[in-house]
């Protein structure tokens, strides 16, 4: 049998000059997946705990959409704003 996951909560991120995660409230209800979708502003992920700098990290660009799949790297994402503040918002998941 293939479970499918299903949405357990949505936010609005503003992704500033610091690096920041997801809100752990989600990660303690038990996400194992997020959506973002970059609405405006372009940022700069990464899933390895580090913090991504301007100039370093994945590059999502406004309009894009992104699934970033399993528990650790929902709880070692970071983001960052590439130059200016940029507004995300996620979907989580879970497939429990």
Do not use: C, W
């Not at 299903?6 to 989600?26: D, L, M, Q, R």
């Not at 370093?56 to 309009?63: N, Q, V, W």
């Amino acid at each position: 049998m293939i479970l499918f996951p299903k949405p357990i909560g949505y936010e609005s991120i503003t992704v500033s000059n610091s690096a920041i995660g997801f809100t752990a409230s989600y990660l303690a209800l038990g996400a194992t997946v997020a959506k973002i979708s970059i609405e405006t502003g372009n940022i700069r992920i990464r899933e390895d705990g580090t913090n991504p700098t301007a100039s370093e990290g994945h590059l999502l660009s406004t309009g894009e959409v992104q699934m970033i799949e399993g528990t650790v790297a929902l709880q070692q994402l970071r983001m960052i704003r590439e130059t200016i503040d940029a507004t995300v918002k996620v979907t989580y998941y879970s497939h429990g």
